[in-house]
């Protein structure tokens, strides 16, 4: 590889020192390195994506990997995580380690996993969004629990009286869909995850579907025809309101996550 396009999460590395360092030492390697430009939120600033780049560096933790997935949206170029925050499950390289990483990224072709991600939108407004690790339905206010129906290519599924609804991709997994009691699934497979949040019954598991599969979510009414009010999440960042009668469609998005995997984990 012979040029790289940093992207920073500015809120861990605030004077750029770290960023400088690692620019500083792919630059003594003969190659090249282009920032990338942030704007006030900490989005990358669309159209200044370089095309000419072979492997983007992401610094910071999880989070930020996933939020420059999404703002790469359906562009190709793969993407190393370099930990410098404080959860590094998917970034595949811890801080200290940059240098060996960056080594073989100059020396040899790196596997480069390509990972399924979702895309949801609201019927009612028609606003769409993505997902690399999950889309999340869960209730607002009161803690009462909502019900929610779950409909696959237009076919009833399932009713749950529950928190919320998780549908997760593979990747997604090992996040909040472990933790609501879901299975941890091979991260490169193809298929759709869901999951309910503290469901109201004994036997409630989760459901794994094909990646062509249609989900669609409704929020109904809840007793004497009270209005509901539901959170609609996007990787836990994004988040939309939703009430009683709104409706969320899912698919397997046609854009793919890119990333390159150094090490041997499997997960």
Do not use: W
Not at 29 to 55: N, S
Not at 128 to 147: C, F, M, S, Y
């Amino acid at each position: 590889m012979e040029s790289f396009y940093i992207i920073t999460n500015q809120l861990k590395d605030r004077d750029y020192s770290v960023t400088i360092e690692i620019k500083d030492y792919i630059e003594r390697k003969g190659k090249r390195v282009i920032l990338a430009q942030k704007d006030e939120e900490g989005f990358i600033v669309p159209g200044t994506i370089p095309e000419d780049v072979d492997c983007g560096l992401v610094l910071g933790g999880d989070g930020t990997l996933i939020r420059a997935i999404r703002d790469l949206e359906g562009n190709k170029l793969p993407l190393l995580g370099i930990n410098i925050g404080t959860l590094g499950y998917l970034a595949d390289v811890e801080l200290k380690d940059y240098k060996s990483a960056i080594d073989r990224l100059c020396e040899e072709e790196p596997k480069v996993e390509k990972r399924m991600m979702l895309e949801g939108g609201t019927m009612s407004s028609g606003e769409k969004d993505l997902a690399v690790n999950d889309i999340v339905l869960t209730r607002e206010g009161n803690l009462r629990i909502v019900q929610f129906n779950v409909y696959v290519n237009g076919t009833l599924l399932n009713t749950y009286q529950a928190d919320g609804v998780i549908i997760c991709t593979p990747t997604g997994s090992t996040g909040y869909n472990l933790s609501a009691g879901g299975p941890v699934v091979e991260p490169t497979a193809s298929l759709i995850v869901i999951t309910p949040i503290c469901s109201h019954a004994l036997n409630t598991s989760s459901v794994v579907l094909s990646a062509e599969d249609d989900v669609e979510v409704e929020i109904c009414e809840g007793r004497y025809g009270r209005q509901e009010k539901v959170a609609l999440c996007y990787d836990g960042a994004v988040q939309r309101q939703l009430v009683s009668g709104d409706r969320v469609k899912i698919r397997k998005s046609d854009a793919k996550a890119h990333l390159v995997k150094l090490s041997e984990e499997v997960l």
